[in-house]
Every structure is written in structure tokens, then in C-alpha cells.
């Protein structure tokens, strides 16, 4: 997942759903959390799944993620190339000028 501040509020929430499920799930009898399936989601109510599933759609897909990934990717490489050309045109100069004297 994204690990962008925007999305910490969204994380907040879904962090606390799941310790609200998870203290019903430590309060339950053993056999009867195993035989649910002894997940935290298991002892999530209809409305708070519905909950979880909406923030969790608020979430950019992996596809997103790997485009944005890319597209911060070409800026890192341009941003290299306008400062080794910068760089490249500083030195030329300066060679010249001590050329000159």
C-alpha cells in the first residue's frame, strides 16, 4: 500500500476497527474463535466490514502505485540529466575562461 501522508487518517481508522475486532475476539471462548476462523474480520459486525471495505477502496491500486512509482522514477532521471547538463556546461565554461587567461 501507499505510504503517503493523505492516506494516514484512512490507516487510523481501519486500525481502529480492527482492535475494536480484535479485544471481541480475545473476549471470545477459544473454541468458539477457532471454529469462526480466528481472524480479527471474523468478529467485525456487517457494518463495520462495510466500513472496512469503503476506506479500504479509498486505497490506489497496485497498478496506480507502480505508475506513480514510474512517473517519480523519469522525473528523478530528468532532473539528473538537467543537472549533468548544468554541470557538463559549468565546467565547459569554466575550461574556457581559464583557457583565455
Do not use: W
Request: hydrophobic share 45%; charged share 35%; aromatic share 4%.
Amino acid at each position: 500500500m501507499s505510504n503517503t501522508p493523505e492516506l494516514a487518517p484512512i490507516r487510523s481508522q481501519l486500525d481502529a476497527l480492527t482492535a475494536i475486532a480484535r479485544e471481541r475476539r480475545l473476549g471470545a471462548a477459544p473454541d468458539f474463535a477457532g471454529a469462526v476462523g480466528g481472524a480479527d474480520i471474523d468478529f467485525m459486525t456487517p457494518e463495520e466490514r462495510e466500513l472496512r471495505h469503503q476506506l479500504l477502496m479509498q486505497f490506489p491500486t497496485f497498478a496506480e502505485d507502480r505508475a506513480a512509482a514510474r512517473q517519480r522514477v523519469a522525473e528523478r532521471i530528468a532532473a539528473r540529466r538537467r543537472g549533468l547538463h548544468i554541470r557538463e556546461s559549468a565546467a565547459r565554461d569554466h575550461a574556457i575562461e581559464d583557457f583565455r587567461k
